[in-house]
């Protein structure tokens, strides 16, 4: 069982840059890759990126390449998402998940955060 809890959402301007973290307890973090997804209102949970377990391989959805980071500290239980260059359209609220697999599908995630509210205004 891993429980997460999402943090570092709030109100930016375009162009601001973010910092999500995503705290993990429970056991054997280090053995999960991680991912984080948002969902807009109205609209369906889409992925935004994932790390290996080892932190080794990332991958990004075309919309956040270049802008975004993810990375993981398995050491402290924690992965990170680096927002930079935010637009309007990247208002969502961003949800971390846990995972056996490499896989940016929302279904092959276990476990799941609560959420936390990005806005980003023009």
């Known amino acids: 069982q891993v429980q997460l809890v999402e943090s570092g959402g709030g109100l930016v301007q375009a162009g601001d840059s973010l910092r999500l973290s995503c705290a993990a307890s429970g056991r054997a973090f280090d053995s999960y890759g991680m991912g984080w997804f948002r969902q807009a209102p109205g609209k369906e949970r889409e992925f935004v990126a994932r790390i290996r377990w080892s932190g080794s391989t990332t991958r990004y959805a075309d919309s956040v390449e270049g802008r975004f980071t993810i990375s993981r500290d398995n050491a402290k239980n924690t992965v990170f998402l680096q927002m930079n260059s935010l637009k309007p359209e990247d208002t969502a609220v961003y949800y971390c998940?846990?995972?056996?697999?490499?896989?940016?599908?929302?279904?092959?995630?276990?476990?799941w955060g609560q959420g936390t509210q990005v806005i980003v205004s023009s």
């Open positions: 998940a846990a995972g056996r697999l490499f896989s940016p599908i929302a279904r092959d995630y276990n476990y």
